[in-house]
């Protein structure tokens, strides 16, 4: 639950007086789980640490003046169990006993099993990183280069990408610290032949592209590289600041239902849109040409470029026009620009953006 939910609980329960079983009711189903059916639950925490806090929020009131409450000291002890097991609820120290018997002081009894909670999940914390110690203690003493013959085997199998992947990343983990992790009497190029071997699997590139990938970034960088090749890019769109100003843009478009947000610090024309009620390319403002749908990287190429007002420009392969409409807004309608084409069916798409985006043209 939201903190804000929580504060505005806790404010309208100091005003009104909370319906107490009601709220139990919202937090845990009617039909409450037997001890014998959550003593060995270990998973599902974050939940639990939410229930948790969620009891913790409903229940001052409650701790303090609890004898009206019937399912009080039931609900604290399936509470226990759920946290520590039945086992630990038995216990001489639960102070929940199964008879039901009340302890000294509800109060001390939520801190110790607080206290008791905080060990238990330490403890868990301490024993997930020495897991994980060991598992990398164990993959960093095990990992070795394929043989020849495990290689052959491989290629009359269809690839195991799993395996594929964790080769991949054992590679990069060694050549990142060579001088300690290599296998004795193997090469760095070994590692490298087979890194741009599995690569070229699993990611389907070909061989020349790896090749010169590879030549041109240190082998982690090059892993976060193509994962980012990976992820589908962000529908944008540019402000064409011949007709309007981007906020203005945003502001009616997110009135249209298009959910956006602007694109970057770096272009202050950029949109990403991530979700819209309405097809992006087919809105009024879109058809009055405020925007050209266009990837954020064919931005660049005009940035770098810093178009001036007056100059004189090629573009040399202009349709659909993206660039082209990007340079004269950037010169503000001055200038020239050459828009070449070889195509002659795309050059209806060119001149249609040109119109639209009110690039003056001869
Ligand atoms: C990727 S699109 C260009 C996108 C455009 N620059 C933009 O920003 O919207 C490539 C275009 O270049 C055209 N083209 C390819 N070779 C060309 C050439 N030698 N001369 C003129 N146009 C060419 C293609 O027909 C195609 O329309």
Redesign the pocket.
Known sequence: MAPGALSKKKGSKSSKGPPKKKQKGDLFSEKRPKKADVSDDSDGSDEEVEQLENFDEDSDSELLSGDDDPLADDFDDWFYVMWYGAEENSGSDSGAGSDGSDSDSDVSDIERKSRALDERRAREEKDADDELQTNIAEESDEFRLPTEEELEAEANLPPDLQNLQRRIQEIVRVLSNFKDLRQEGAKRKDYIEQLKMDLSSYYGYNDFLIGVLIEMFPVNELLELINAFEKPRPICLRTNTLKARRRDLAEVLLKRGVNLDPLSKWSKVGLAVYDSQVPIGATPEYMAGLYML?SAN?FL?VMALAPQEKERIV????????????VAALMKNTGIIYA????EP?LRS?TA?LNRMGVQTP
Do not use: W
């Not at 349709?319 to 990007?326: C, E, I, V």
């Open positions: 266009q064919s190429p573009d040399m392969a202009a349709a659909p026009g993206g660039k082209t409409t990007y070449n084409e070889m195509k795309r060119l953006n």
